[in-house]
Structures are given as structure tokens and as C-alpha cells.
């Protein structure tokens, strides 16, 4: 008779889970491609949203003096404020519902239209449909407005409409969704038009031939097999109304939504706690309809399995489908076309709705006053913009190819930036890092130089060394003079170079050791470097030249005086990988020593992460925005690269390093690029998390939209619109044509991808 073993108790189950983890942690450490990937997008996702969303989310219970306070919790249920309150909830969340609907139903349309019904010219409807998403978010508004408002073209010129408040005038709720539908319906479009390509035919065709009808058959097989996709469809269009800022502000009118009211509280009242309360209230609905999406509907999608290819896509034979289909894309179409042909009509009106004599005023003021805010956008953006893009790369990389503890956290958190309203990011931005604590910048640097000691230390003495020495003379050096220190810091890091270059006889990482020395010394140089700069550009008369060249000596400061805080992390990130694989002891700990000094002084001069005001902050808000459309194109990507190619490198003799430089990266390329494209669009457009993050020093030009619409200048905004959409047709034009030259008989990329 056999005896089964005894259970073993609770504490030793626990103890073996513990060993688990630190035998992970410990086989990550030796991987540095995987262990400085997921440092890095960890580090990132940390502090710029999980962070601000958390100070975003608690500022509402507690008052200015840091006591505990639910007052704007409990006016909710007030008599006085509450039902002032519960409606623009209910008015939020029914401009959520009816834009979902009626964006999903026109999404369908486009997309039915073009994969069934063979619509003429499908390319140009194709590119037509995803107009509205290269302009800034109340470009369309602006339109309707314009055409529809008090003086509308349409309303006042030609048909002669008396204007009669909240009777027969486009402000308000049914404008606003009219606006949100044609802004938002490309998102359901391309959702709806890929899940139509992938459905096999052979089904509806063994309908057909059974005897079914086309109605049956598209009620039986069809629409089953597409709710998957409606379903997230409207869901992903309820999170962006709730989240859009830019159209409630311009066309809203005696209707006000939680976005908007946040935004009120903010700038007109200057009252965190309340914006921060209200923020919580539209956090809640985003991010349970999210997690729907993302958990439940994602997961319910219909796959055919045949063991043969789909075939071509059925084509819709009932002419009066057909072209019912085509008719009414093509109206929708028509109708975009007007709304931006009036926005560039308006831009060179006199006085819109009293005179319509053609002038180029307002482009010239737009060229002169406004060419800072445009060079602003467009040179954060760009360096903006591939940060996103590898960011994105390398969390899809984790997420696809790695398992780890955490994995489903780091998935879910890269995508909170765009699962949230923009508002609520901006708010926690202010919040997080007007005076961020000392103790978020102990906690970042103490995983950091842990990490580091593990990597260059190859023992624990060596290790002990490297932390207590390089972290003592780090301190130190905070308490020096900035000039003096950034030159020390340079000659540590030309120092480290030279020991590289007479101990490895290599001139790779001594030539990389020796420019970051070099551009650390800069920072002394910049302001040096802009007074001829800006003496020139005072010299010449007030205009677009002097106002350009001007803001070139600003760029330039940005390039070579970036944020300390975020600079010694990557300087650390640097350090790891120059001084990995060094040999000899004393040279090991000499070497960890001088690469963790550096960044532990940058680490904790002046303010850590002090960054708000500054131009940091505002390309942060960028790649938040932007870096769940990249991950999408990455996990998309890399579930179409079989992971036997990657394997049989590492079997060849490749390690993680070289694998991932010369495998993995050429076949995610594509994905890399649709991932530009989208975040240049995303940053150039973006207007909700950025609005309370602009200066003096620093402006966007949606913000300079706003502005203009608020002191009248509606054919100045026009300008400021025309303008910011040709600059993003003009990126995805070259950024077009680069991707066709590169991947020219290597297939193509799907140019949407990022959409």
C-alpha cells in the first residue's frame, strides 16, 4: 500500500516562490538586451503615467494644506450643487454614447463600402476617410462653425437664417456629436474594414448555396462574426468623446462635459483638488470600458480555421446595396471635403460672416507671431516622436517575445495613455512634477545603480565597492558650482574613455565614452553658443526671420541642456553597456566607479524631475499620448514573426544582443515606421494633455488655436489649422516615400498600422 507524501506546509510553498523570483530576477540580470529593455520602458511607464495618474486620481481628497477633504465628492449629492453636477455627468456620458453609435455606424459604412461593394476610386475614399485624423481635434468644429454658426456661411450667407439660441444654431449637444462622429469614425473604420478582409468567405458562400438570402446570410454569419469588432469599435469611440477637450470648448456651447469642466476648474479657477475630484469621476467610466475592451471584447474574436487561404473577398452583387453603400460614403466624403475646404477658405477671409474679400493678413500674422508656436510643435515633435516609436517597439518586444513576472501589468500600463483622457494626464503632470519628492529620485536611482553594480561587479565585494563609493562621490559633486561640475563630469567621463581605449584596444565604446564627455561639457557652452544667436536675431527687423532665429538658440538649449534627472538615467543605461564584459578587477571597480558617479550627481541636482515649464515635460506628454498606438503596431508586428527564426539564431551562437540587433529589428522595421507616422501625427495634433503644460517659453500650436478663438481671431485659427495639417501631410508624404524606397520588394507597410 502506497502512502501519497505529506502536503507541505504553507511557509515552505511561500519560500519556494520567493527562490522563484530571485532565481527570474537573477537570469533577467544576465540578459542585458531583456534586462535593460524592460528597466527602460519600466522606469518610463513608471514615472510619467502611472505616477501622474496616481497624483491625478488622489488630489481630490485632500485640500491645499494636505488635509483630508471630499468636498467635491459629496456636492455630488448636495442639493444645491448636486444637480447642476449629476447632469453634465449625464450629458458626458450620453455625447459618449450617441458618438459611439453614430461614429460605429459610419465606420461600417466606409468600410463595407470599400471591402464588398468595390467602391470606385477606394484608394482616395481609403486616404479621404483618415483626413480627420492629420488635423488638430476642433479643426472641424472650427469648420461647422463656419458654416453653421451665427454668421455660417451656409446658415446666415445662403439661406438667410435668423440665429436663435439653442433653437436652430449647431452649438450644443447635437453639433458636438455631428463634430465627434466625422472626427472619431476612422478609428471603427479601420477596426471594422480589417475584420471584414480576414472573414472567410467559404461560409457565406456555402450559405448562398443552401438557399440562403443575402439578409439571412449577413444576419446568420456576417454580423456574429463582426460584433468582436463593433463592439470594440464603440467602445474605444465612448473613450475618445469622453476624453476630447478641443471640440466641447469650441461647439459645446450651453452644454458643458466633464472634460471641459475639468479644464474650467483649472484654468479659470486655478483649483486642483476640484479639477482633480472631477477627474476621478471621468477616470472611473474610461477605464472600466477599457478594461471591457481590452479583457473581454478583444478576447471574443472569431477565427475560421480551413487549412486553405480565404480567397477573395465577396462582392456585394444587389445594385441597390451596392451603390446605397457607395452613395452614402461618398456624401460623407463630400462633406469632409467641404468642412476642410471652408477651414482654408476661412484662414483667407477678411472678417468671417461680414466680409469675404480674400487677404493674406492673417497668414502673415500667423508667419510672424505665430512661428514660434509652430517651430515649437514641429521640433518637439520630431524629437519626440522616435522616442515613442522604440519605446513602443521594445515594450511590444517584451510583451510578444519575453516572459516575466509583471508582464501583464507593463502590457496594461503602456496602454493607459491613451486609455485615459488627456485632461486627467496633464492635470498629473502639473501635480506630479511642479514639485516632485526626493524620494521618487532615491527610489529610480537605488534600482538603477543596483542594476548597474550586478552588471559590471563580478562580485559582491566588487559590487559593494562600486554602490558606496560611486554613490559617495556622486553626493558630493551635487555640491559644486554648475559650470565647475559639468566639466568634471565630462572629464570623468573622457577619463573612462581613455581607460577603454588603452584596455580594450577597441575604438567603438572609447569613441562613445569620449562624445558623451564632450556633450556633457556643452552644457557650459550653450548659452555661449545662443548670444550670437540671438544678438543676430534682434538685429533684424520684428518679423518671421528674427522670431525663427530666435527660437533656433531656445532648440539649442534644449539639445544640449536636457533635464539632469532624465539624463543620468540614460547616461547609467550608457554606462552598462560600455562597461560590460570589462576585465581585470581593480579596472572593473575603477570603471563602475567613474560610470555611476555621473549619473548619481545629475541624479540629485537641484529639483529631480522639476520639470514642468520646461520643454521635457511637453515631449514627455508627447510619447505618453502616442506610446499605446506604437505597442499596437509592435504586437501586431512581431505575432506575424515566427519565433523559430529568432531561436535558430540563438542556436547558431548569436546571444540576445545581436539576435535582436540583426534579426528581430530589420523584420519589425515597418511597424517602427507606421509607428512614427502615427506619433508625429499624434504630437502635431494633441491639444488635452498639453494645454496645461505650455509657457511663455514653450508653446503648441493647438494651444495657440484655442487662444485665437477665444479672442476672436477665427481666420487666424483657420491658418494656425491649415498650417498644422500641411505639416503632417507633408511627414507622411516623406515618411512614405522613405518607407517604399527602404522595403522595396521586402513587402510593404500598412501605412494605418499606427491609426
Known amino acids: 500500500m502506497q502512502t501519497s507524501p505529506a502536503r507541505p506546509d504553507a511557509p515552505p510553498r511561500k519560500l519556494s516562490s520567493l527562490t522563484r523570483r530571485l532565481r527570474e530576477f537573477t537570469l533577467i540580470g544576465r540578459d542585458p538586451v531583456l534586462s535593460i529593455s524592460l528597466l527602460l520602458s519600466g522606469i518610463f511607464i513608471f514615472i510619467f503615467v502611472v505616477l501622474p495618474l496616481y497624483r491625478a486620481a488622489v488630489g481630490g481628497f485632500f485640500a491645499k494644506d494636505g488635509s483630508w477633504d471630499i468636498t467635491y465628492f459629496t456636492r455630488y449629492f448636495d442639493s444645491y450643487y448636486g444637480p447642476a453636477m449629476r447632469r453634465v455627468f449625464t450629458d458626458t456620458m450620453q455625447m459618449g ?28 475614399v481609403h486616404w479621404l476617410a483618415l483626413l480627420p485624423t492629420v488635423s488638430p481635434p476642433f479643426a472641424l468644429s472650427l469648420s461647422m462653425i463656419l458654416l453653421f454658426g451665427r454668421n455660417g456661411l451656409i446658415t446666415k450667407r445662403l439661406l438667410g437664417i435668423d440665429f436663435v439660441s439653442g433653437n436652430n444654431d449647431i452649438y450644443g449637444l447635437d453639433g458636438l456629436v455631428i463634430v465627434q462622429t466625422i472626427t472619431f469614425f476612422s478609428v471603427s473604420y479601420l477596426i471594422l474594414k480589417a475584420m471584414l478582409e480576414r472573414l472567410n468567405p467559404a461560409m457565406e458562400e456555402a450559405g448562398a448555396s443552401l438557399g440562403a438570402g443575402r439578409f439571412h446570410l449577413f444576419r446568420t454569419i456576417t454580423l456574429p462574426l ?36 475639468i479644464f474650467m476648474a483649472v484654468i479659470g479657477e486655478y483649483n486642483y483638488q476640484k479639477a482633480s475630484a472631477l477627474s476621478l469621476v471621468l477616470i472611473i467610466p474610461t477605464l472600466l ?99 515613442a516609436a522604440i519605446l513602443g517597439m521594445i515594450t511590444a518586444w517584451l510583451v510578444v517575445r519575453k516572459k516575466f513576472t509583471g508582464k501583464d501589468v507593463l502590457d496594461f500600463t503602456s496602454n493607459l495613455g491613451g486609455a485615459v483622457p488627456g485632461t486627467i494626464l496633464g492635470i498629473g503632470f502639473v501635480m506630479a512634477f511642479n514639485k516632485p519628492p526626493l524620494a521618487l529620485a532615491i527610489a529610480i536611482y537605488a534600482i538603477l545603480a543596483l542594476f548597474f553594480a550586478q552588471v559590471v561587479g563580478k562580485s559582491a565585494l566588487e559590487r559593494i565597492i562600486i554602490l558606496i563609493v560611486g554613490t559617495g562621490l556622486g553626493v558630493g559633486l551635487t555640491r559644486t558650482e554648475p559650470a565647475t561640475m559639468n566639466y568634471i563630469l565630462g572629464g570623468l567621463y573622457l577619463a ?32 555661449a553658443l545662443a548670444k550670437p544667436i540671438v544678438k ?45 564584459g570589462v576585465k581585470g578587477r581593480s579596472f572593473r571597480i575603477i570603471l563602475g566607479v567613474l560610470g555611476l558617479t555621473i549619473p548619481c550627481t545629475l541624479n540629485f541636482v537641484g529639483v529631480p524631475f522639476a520639470m514642468v515649464g520646461g520643454a521635457y515635460i511637453i515631449m514627455a506628454a508627447f510619447i505618453v499620448r502616442s506610446l499605446p498606438a506604437s505597442v499596437r503596431s509592435g504586437v501586431a508586428a512581431l505575432q506575424q514573426i515566427d519565433p523559430s527564426i529568432e531561436e535558430a539564431s540563438n542556436i547558431l551562437g548569436a546571444d540576445a544582443q545581436v539576435t535582436f540587433r540583426k534579426v ?23 491639444l488635452s494633455a498639453i494645454i496645461f503644460l505650455v509657457s511663455a517659453k514653450w508653446r503648441i500650436v493647438t494651444a495657440s488655436i484655442l487662444s485665437e478663438w477665444e479672442q476672436g481671431g477665427v481666420s487666424i485659427a483657420a491658418a494656425y489649422s491649415t498650417v498644422i495639417i500641411i505639416f503632417v501631410m507633408i511627414a507622411i508624404l516623406v515618411l512614405n516615400l522613405v518607407v517604399n524606397r527602404m522595403f522595396k520588394g521586402r513587402g510593404s507597410v500598412d501605412m494605418s498600422q499606427g491609426f
Open 97 to 124: 454614447l450617441l458618438t459611439a453609435t453614430a461614429g460605429t455606424l459610419v465606420g461600417f459604412i466606409f468600410a463595407y463600402s470599400i471591402v464588398r461593394c468595390q467602391i470606385p476610386g477606394k484608394r482616395l
Open 226 to 261: 463582426l460584433i468582436p469588432g463593433i463592439a470594440g469599435s464603440f467602445l474605444l469611440l465612448f473613450v475618445e468623446s469622453l476624453a476630447d477637450l478641443g471640440n466641447p470648448l469650441f461647439i459645446a456651447g450651453n452644454k458643458t462635459v466633464l472634460s471641459a469642466q
Open 289 to 387: 470600458i477599457f478594461i471591457v475592451q481590452r479583457y473581454y471584447v478583444n478576447r471574443r474574436t472569431y477565427i475560421s480555421v480551413t487549412g486553405k487561404p480565404a480567397g477573395a473577398q465577396i462582392v456585394e452583387k444587389d445594385p441597390f446595396i451596392r451603390w446605397g453603400f457607395n452613395i452614402t460614403a461618398y456624401l460623407i466624403i463630400a462633406f469632409i471635403l467641404l468642412l476642410y475646404v471652408t477651414i482654408i477658405y476661412g484662414s483667407f477671409s477678411t472678417a468671417w460672416g461680414v466680409d469675404f474679400t480674400p487677404t493674406l493678413k492673417h497668414w502673415t500674422m500667423t508667419i510672424t507671431r505665430g512661428v514660434e508656436a509652430i517651430l515649437d510643435t514641429t521640433f518637439l515633435s520630431i524629437l519626440a516622436t522616435p522616442f
Open 496 to 527: 573612462l574613455a581613455l581607460i577603454l581605449l588603452l584596455r580594450q584596444r577597441s575604438f567603438a565604446k572609447p569613441l562613445t565614452a569620449a562624445l558623451i564627455g564632450v556633450y556633457l561639457m556643452s552644457a557650459n557652452w550653450a548659452v
Open 536 to 580: 543676430y536675431s534682434q538685429s533684424l527687423e520684428r518679423g518671421f526671420w528674427s522670431n525663427a532665429i530666435y527660437q533656433f538658440a531656445d532648440h539649442l538649449k534644449v539639445l544640449l541642456q536636457p533635464t539632469p534627472a532624465l539624463l543620468a538615467i540614460a547616461l547609467l543605461f550608457a554606462g552598462i553597456i560600455l562597461l560590460q
Open 664 to 686: 528581430t529589428l530589420p523584420l519589425i522595421l515597418p511597424a517602427l515606421f507606421a509607428g512614427l507616422i502615427f506619433s508625429f501625427t499624434r504630437h502635431m495634433t494633441s
